[in-house]
């Protein structure tokens, strides 16, 4: 490369700043959105996201073309963390315990994060589909070694577990102890 297309990295450049400045305004805009979201779910509005955020809604149409954009980034986000919450649960002993586990952990999240239960019922998100498979597997798991009716089938998890979630979120229940009664209501649904 000859040196007059070599970056000098003593000399300032004229994108970087205006690259920072980007960047702390899609940051911005992203926890905001998660705020807003979890606090609304899907009924939550770019306006109310870009004030929260304090940048115009110009300033989140740039990072995020469609407001199904920012959900998606939104949902990716709390399944990290759910991912992150539900590890420990999966890796209980005992397929029935992993299970229990599971759910409990699945409630405790959605409790405080109304667009994922939302997106959950609904498995609109890619993503979404992705905890739906997981706890069809340890259900699957739990039923192979005894510990679960028979019966039951993925299409009675998601009925179950997202209906009881969607109507709690509809209900705008936020006490977390209230979602546990729940949860343990689902739980012995599926018991033998």
């Not at 996201?49 to 920012?70: C, H, M, N, W």
Request: charged fraction near 25%; hydrophobic fraction near 45%; glycine fraction near 4%.
């Amino acid at each position: 490369m000859s040196p007059s297309h070599s970056p000098d990295p003593d000399r300032p450049t004229t994108a970087s700043p205006r690259r920072a400045d980007a960047r702390r305004n899609h940051d911005r805009v992203v926890a905001a959105a998660v705020d807003v979201f979890r606090e609304h779910g899907t009924l939550a509005t770019v306006p109310q996201i870009a004030a929260r955020a304090q940048v115009g809604k110009a300033t989140v149409y740039r990072s995020f073309p469609t407001k199904e954009d920012l959900l998606e980034t939104v949902t990716r986000l709390s399944l990290a963390e759910l991912e992150r919450r539900t590890a420990a649960a999966r890796a209980r002993p005992g397929p029935d315990e992993a299970f229990r586990c599971h759910v409990l952990a699945l409630f405790d999240v959605l409790a405080r994060d109304r667009l994922l239960a939302e997106r959950l019922a609904d498995a609109a998100s890619p993503a979404a589909v992705s905890v739906l498979q997981s706890l069809t597997d340890a259900m699957e798991t739990a039923q192979a070694a005894g510990a679960l009716r028979e019966d039951t089938t993925a299409l009675d998890l998601r009925v179950l577990l997202c209906g009881t979630a969607l109507q709690l979120v509809r209900l705008k229940e936020p006490d977390p102890s209230v979602w546990h009664r729940y949860a343990e209501m689902v739980l012995r649904a599926f018991g033998r």
